[in-house]
């Protein structure tokens, strides 16, 4: 990746930590529900305030980038990924978990150019660990590099009879797991691309392997993603569960 990026990596730093701080400020304070339109689907304040806060930042900044954020996109904008620079936003990963204090609770940053992610921040807010990777360069939490583990027994993080499972409530997280080697895989059927672009390159910069749920390449915009420490247990994953297809985040908006 060009150095022309790095400017906007450390920025993506500092605005995920200051929006951290937002986050555990209202942990104490105001984990109220705005609408609930399932019963995993949640939205506080926090939420759009942390979003809004992260594009201002950015803005001011980098004038000529687009925005892809979850609250932007449920309140109306469209989610198309162009070629131009694209900051890819999930304010709080794991909203369910922050309304309950669930320790789990992540700001996702995802930076994508010609559609292809060039760096990824997540911060978990609580355990206070920011995870980094950009194209090419490595995956990083707070400055240590990463590496997926080389366990072939899997540990998962999200739901299967087959193996031993675990979840944090985040697919940011649950990626960070794998690219820390404390998890073999995660899958999820049902996420957005503002769940796992950041994510995706943070696992896959520490080694670990990314698959659609049909074994093909993965496609962040599907909703579906397979990440693992390696082929075999991706692949593994990929016999044993059984896929289906959603809605694709950009699905032209119904009129
Ligand atoms: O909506 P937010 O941003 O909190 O994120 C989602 C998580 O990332 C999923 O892993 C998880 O399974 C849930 O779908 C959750 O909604
Ligand atoms: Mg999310």
């Known amino acids: 990746m060009a150095d022309v990026w790095q400017s906007s990596m450390d920025h993506a730093v500092a605005v995920?930590?200051?929006?951290?701080?937002?986050?555990?400020?209202?942990?104490?304070?105001?984990?109220?529900?705005?609408?609930?339109?399932?019963?995993?689907?949640?939205?506080?304040?926090?939420?759009?305030?942390?979003e809004?806060?992260?594009?201002?930042?950015?803005?001011?900044?980098?004038?000529?980038?687009?925005?892809?954020?979850?609250?932007?996109v449920a309140a109306g904008e469209s989610c198309n990924l162009t070629d131009d620079p694209t900051w890819i936003i999930d304010p709080i990963d794991g909203t369910t978990n922050f309304v309950h204090a669930f320790p789990f609770v992540a700001v996702s940053i995802g930076f994508s150019?010609?559609?292809?992610?060039?760096f990824g921040v997540v911060y978990s807010c609580l355990e206070d660990k920011m995870f980094t990777a950009r194209r090419g360069r490595g995956a990083f939490?707070?400055?240590?590099?990463?590496?997926?583990?080389?366990?072939?027994?899997?540990?998962?993080?999200?739901?299967?009879?087959?193996?031993?499972?675990?979840?944090?409530?985040?697919?940011?997280?649950?990626?960070?797991?794998?690219a820390s080697g404390c998890a073999e895989a995660y899958y999820e059927i049902g996420i957005h691309v503002w769940d796992v672009a950041a994510g995706s390159l943070i696992v896959s910069e520490a080694g670990g392997v990314l698959l659609d749920v049909d074994g093909?390449?993965?496609?962040?915009?599907?909703?579906?993603?397979?990440?693992?420490?390696?082929r075999t247990i991706a692949e593994r994953i990929v016999k044993e569960i059984e896929s289906f297809t959603l809605q694709r985040d950009d699905a032209p908006l119904q009129s």
């Not at 594009?55 to 980038?65: A, D, G, L, M, Y």
């Not at 150019?113 to 060039?118: G, L």
């Not at 031993?164 to 409530?169: P, Y």
């Open 216 to 230: 093909g390449d993965v496609d962040l915009m599907s909703r579906r993603i397979v990440a693992a420490n390696n």
């Open 141 to 178: 939490c707070n400055g240590e590099p990463l590496q997926v583990s080389e366990q072939t027994d899997a540990l998962v993080t999200h739901l299967t009879c087959v193996f031993r499972v675990r979840g944090a409530g985040t697919a940011a997280i649950n990626m960070c797991l794998v």
């Open 52 to 72: 809004q806060l992260i594009i201002q930042s950015v803005k001011e900044k980098f004038p000529t980038h687009r925005f892809i954020g979850e609250e932007s």
């Open 16 to 50: 995920a930590r200051k929006a951290g701080e937002m986050v555990r400020g209202a942990l104490k304070d105001d984990r109220t529900v705005m609408t609930k339109s399932s019963a995993v689907d949640l939205v506080t304040q926090t939420d759009q305030k942390v």
């Open 113 to 118: 150019v010609n559609k292809q992610v060039e």
